[in-house]
């Protein structure tokens, strides 16, 4: 399980490894203020490898994609760039942006499926100088990729497919029909299957048992979508019983986001459906500090994409602003992935070491956000090295 390129398996499943002296990475330079964001972590990457004993380096491969080069290729994601990306051990990808109901897909949702990185794995963690009403949290959310509502298999609303679509459904279902007119209404198929989701509660169980977790926890709403959200729940159980030695529970999506908010210390690895795992996500980056400190990583068996959690703030392009947290601890994540455990502890403890000081910070660090003592992204990736030295 997990395999990449017949090489390298994550080091969540195997635990440490020799790293390779070389890594290929594919670096994604997004769109926005992403070119800005991939600059900072690519430094701070490679000052945590140069500073670490026995340290692997790494072999950079510059990528395009986004809303910035669409009348160059007429894409936002190039065939080159999704072959670069298959031929490397890992890819960092900067922020990219999407339209919101209107332009083209979402690439994010393009190279997961393309590549089929069925997991994302979005930790959650407080960080001492990080402003929030929470402390103590450290919560992993890993999120199914390919399925569910995220599937993209919709019908619009007037089209004839639709009406066609509506029509079969209401002879095919006696009680449960659609009455409202395809005319009027959009469709959204929601498939939710045993393979993937025994796939993506595997997956968990595996991340927490080679982390010293205690408990997943499977969420879902199995009450009232019981042929989708049943199944996970059942084939969560199923998996789960194979795992004697990490606790096991389940919750509906209602509550979880209660008992979140409430007592999020009581959680500690999250497994999802694909669209509830998307919107927990951002609520737990909340709960520790917002986007602005939210790595992320989407992981197959044959390749894995590490990003930050945030959009790419177009409006902040070329200021030398954002807050380039995300991207690094992704980066950090990264470095886990590639074997390198100590060049990514020692990229997390510089990060957490000045976000504590609270001195080279962006803005959005600060008690006050128009606190002049600010520094800008570059500024605070050349504290982050300095800590490192």
């Known amino acids: 399980m997990l395999e990449r390129l017949g090489s390298i398996r994550p080091f969540w499943l195997e635990g440490d490894h020799l790293p390779m002296t070389t890594h290929n990475v594919a670096l994604i330079l997004g769109d926005g203020t992403g070119p800005e964001l991939a600059a900072a972590a690519r430094r701070c990457i490679d000052a945590a490898l140069a500073a670490t004993s026995g340290g692997g380096t790494i072999q950079w491969r510059d990528c395009q994609a986004g809303v910035d080069i669409m009348d160059k290729y007429g894409t936002p994601m190039p065939q080159e760039t999704i072959d670069t990306v298959r031929g490397s051990d890992a890819t960092l990808k900067a922020p990219i942006t999407t339209p919101i109901g209107k332009g083209f897909r979402s690439v994010n949702v393009l190279l997961r499926q393309t590549l089929d990185l069925y997991a994302c794995l979005r930790p959650c963690k407080t960080y001492p100088g990080v402003r929030g009403h929470y402390k103590d949290i450290d919560l992993v959310i890993v999120r199914e990729n390919t399925e569910d509502l995220y599937a993209g298999v919709e019908f619009a609303a007037g089209a004839p497919e639709t009406a066609e679509l509506i029509a079969q459904i209401n002879r095919l279902s006696s009680d449960r029909k659609i009455k409202t007119s395809p005319a009027t209404t959009g469709v959204s198929i929601k498939p ?17 048992r080679a982390n010293g977790r205690k ?92 990003e930050a959690t945030h959009g790419s703030a177009p409006k902040y392009k070329g200021l030398n602003k954002v807050n380039p947290t995300a991207l690094i601890l992704s980066g950090m994540l990264m470095l886990r992935y590639l074997g390198e455990k100590s060049a990514a502890d020692r990229l997390e403890r510089a990060v957490s070491a000045v976000i504590a000081e609270g001195k080279s910070v962006t803005y959005d660090m600060k008690p006050n956000r128009d606190d002049p003592s600010a520094v800008g992204t570059s500024q605070m990736a050349d504290a982050i090295i300095a800590k490192m030295r």
């Not at 939710?192 to 927490?208: P, W």
Request: aromatic share 8%; with cysteine.
């Open 215 to 306: 408990k997943v926890t499977a969420i879902h709403k199995a009450n009232i979508m019981k042929h989708t959200d049943g199944l996970f729940q059942a084939v969560a159980s199923q998996v789960a019983a194979g795992y004697g030695d990490v606790a096991f529970e389940q919750m509906l999506v209602d509550n979880m986001c209660m008992q979140l908010v409430q007592k999020p210390q009581l959680y500690d690895v999250l497994v999802l459906p694909n669209l509830y795992g998307d919107i927990l996500s951002d609520l737990c980056a909340g709960l520790v500090g917002g986007l602005g400190v939210a790595p992320g990583a989407n992981i197959g068996d044959h390749g894995a994409v590490f």
């Open 192 to 208: 939710i299957s045993v393979e993937n989701t025994t796939r993506i509660v595997k997956f968990a169980f595996d991340y927490a």
